[in-house]
């Protein structure tokens, strides 16, 4: 939901060369995502990073209690992983926190200081001026402690999940984009100003909707039923935002279409595969850009 002060209304690497990867059975794909652990690079050969004395992933947090990971070289107790609550002391969701309380306390100077909200929205002839800042700024600004407390809601709700699945670099970059692109949207579509989080909400709802889908290889089933609940959640929200006067539709859909395509793109895309010179069964992390891809894992020997 985006609110428009100015007139007082609502608005709403991995390094495996391609040809050496095969893809396994589908029979054999039966892991546990909480087995999928950090590693690193040391001495040519992959090793796992632990801290503590307890594993940490890079992907997925380390949040479970491994009561269901399978021992090396067995395949793993349970067929489809699940997704976990995330305490709210879990270093699973540092991001997601940091954006809810950063979003808090602007909006406190907002109360203080009221023109940080003019300095910052959407306004598009100020862009035209040069202020190219305002693609970004408005999504940490509100309009209202509704406004705010609705977005901090979902960025709890949908934030800390697509911070679990896709790490904390990709979840980040997920989100300045949605925010970004719902914003470069608006400004082409609805010349109102504009403000509010919700743009990049709508990209996590897109990045998880492409997550679920791309990675059945983990999911199965439930990933499918995931998509589609989540593809109601979105078409519902975007049918509200229609009879509602004064939302930014644009910058819902900017930010939707924004998030899912960056998280196409940066994945994670998981396969099981064998790779060439190495034993046993591996979860590969394959995405289009493999900048942020997670190290591969061996989850089981065949």
């Known amino acids: 939901m985006r609110y428009y002060p100015l007139q007082g209304k609502r608005g709403s690497v991995v390094g495996i060369v391609r040809h050496s990867v095969q893809t396994i059975p589908a029979k054999t794909r039966a892991l546990d995502v ?10 040519g050969k992959w090793k796992e990073k632990r801290k503590g004395g307890h594993p940490q992933s890079t992907c997925f947090s380390s949040l ?35 954006l809810i309380v950063t979003n808090v306390a602007i909006f ?27 693609l970004l700024t408005p999504a940490f600004l ?32 997920i ?3 949605a925010a970004v692109a719902g914003n470069i949207f ?8 504009s403000l509010g989080a919700s743009g990049a909400i709508f990209g996590l709802a897109g990045a998880l909707i492409v997550y679920f889908a791309r990675n059945k290889v983990l999911y199965k089933n439930r990933g499918s039923a995931t998509v589609v609940r989540l593809s109601i959640t979105v078409l519902l929200n975007f049918g509200i935002g229609l009879l509602l ?35 046993g069964v591996w979860l590969v992390d394959v995405p289009i850009i493999q900048t942020f891809a997670c190290p591969p894992r061996k989850v089981f020997k065949l």
Not at 34 to 43: A, F, H, V
Not at 186 to 193: E, Q
């Open 34 to 43: 909480g087995y999928l652990n950090s590693m690193r690079y040391i001495d």
């Open 64 to 98: 479970d209690s491994r009561d269901d990971v399978a021992p090396e070289g067995r395949p793993p107790a349970h067929h489809v992983p699940n997704i976990p609550e995330i305490p709210l002391t879990s270093p699973a969701r540092v991001v997601s926190d940091t």
């Open 108 to 134: 406190m100077l907002q109360l203080v200081f009221p023109g940080i909200t003019m300095a910052g929205i959407k306004v598009n002839d100020l862009i035209d001026a040069g202020e190219y800042w305002r």
């Open 142 to 173: 509100h309009g209202s402690p509704a406004h705010l407390l609705l977005n901090m809601l979902s960025l709890h709700s949908l934030g800390t999940v697509c911070e679990w699945t896709c790490g904390r670099k990709r979840f980040l970059m």
């Open 175 to 177: 989100y300045l984009y």
């Open 186 to 193: 608006s400004y082409f579509g609805d010349d109102t100003p």
């Open 245 to 279: 006067p004064d939302i930014d539709e644009w910058g819902h859909l900017g930010g939707f279409l924004g998030g899912a395509m960056l998280a196409f793109l940066l994945g994670p895309a998981y396969e099981l595969c064998y790779i060439k010179g190495r034993d």
